[in-house]
């Protein structure tokens, strides 16, 4: 083979293998290009999912609050036959027993009817409330000291924290911004007094303790009712100056 020859075939060999080598970078350019895509939309893709959940989190806050509310008619009314071997008090207790359960029932319907039509922030506020007045926490509670309803103490306990949350389900009511027609308030009030009549059967001291705690209650809503009314009235007056 002429010299000539053998130069053109080493450059043709090493062109080869140049043009190869490119592909190869090449290839490898455009791998670490498809995992350099990849890792971007699967860390946005995780963002997506994470606030998707928070989201459902908090969607479902309002409806495990309510629905452990639901239950807590029939814990306190087995709280109470758990604990008495008397029939006439075992048969009052019964008598009470749809009546009070259907109560919490068609306030739960009424509350989550109602929140469905609300805009997306006042349903966000909704759920902001229910985790600062830890309203889960306290529903909870009431459903475990409902179950051991024996002494007088346990009774004026759950009294006390059923108290609470009918003014967390009042302040609900008032991030909705409806207004309350009167027979919700009335089932408010006839809750107290059912609660108040089984939780003392029997105990005609306890039913006292029971009934000055409600007038308690009742004055302390009345004041709370005043002290708002005051409180818009100055904040309506200011932007009225501005």
């Known amino acids: 083979m002429r010299a000539w020859e053998q130069k053109i075939n080493t450059f043709q060999e090493y062109s080869i293998l140049e043009n190869i080598s490119l592909i190869q970078e090449n290839h490898k350019l455009k791998s670490n290009l498809n995992n350099i895509h990849s890792s971007y939309y699967f860390f946005i893709n995780l963002k997506y999912l994470i606030k998707m959940d928070i989201k459902k989190q908090n969607l479902n806050?309002?409806?495990?609050f309510l629905g452990i509310f639901e239950e807590l008619p029939n814990s306190i009314i087995n709280g109470l036959l758990k604990n008495t071997s008397d029939q006439d008090e075992i048969n009052v207790i019964k008598s009470f027993s749809a009546t009070f359960s259907n109560q919490f029932k068609e306030l739960s319907?009424?509350?989550?009817?109602?929140h469905i039509k609300l805009s997306k922030q006042r349903q966000a506020d909704t759920e902001r409330f229910l985790r600062i007045s830890s309203g889960l926490t306290?529903?909870?509670?009431a459903n475990t000291l409902s179950s051991n309803l024996n002494s007088p103490i346990s009774r004026i306990g759950v009294s006390g924290i059923i108290?609470?949350?009918k003014k967390i389900i009042l302040a609900i009511f008032s991030i909705f911004g409806i207004s309350l027609p009167q027979w919700i308030l009335d089932i408010v009030n006839l809750i107290d007094e059912i609660l108040n009549d089984i939780?003392?059967?029997?105990?005609?001291?306890?039913?006292?303790?029971?009934?000055?705690?409600e007038q308690n209650y009742l004055a302390e809503l009345t004041q709370l009712a005043k002290l708002k009314k005051a409180t818009d009235y100055m904040n309506n007056e200011d932007e009225e100056e501005e």
């Not at 319907?109 to 109602?114: D, G, M, Q, R």
């Not at 306290?138 to 509670?141: I, R, T």
């Not at 939780?199 to 705690?213: A, E, V, Y």
């Open 109 to 114: 319907v009424y509350i989550k009817e109602n």
């Open 163 to 165: 108290a609470e949350i």
């Open 61 to 64: 806050l309002l409806n495990e």
């Open 138 to 141: 306290l529903v909870k509670d």
């Open 199 to 213: 939780l003392s059967i029997g105990n005609s001291r306890l039913s006292n303790t029971l009934s000055k705690k």
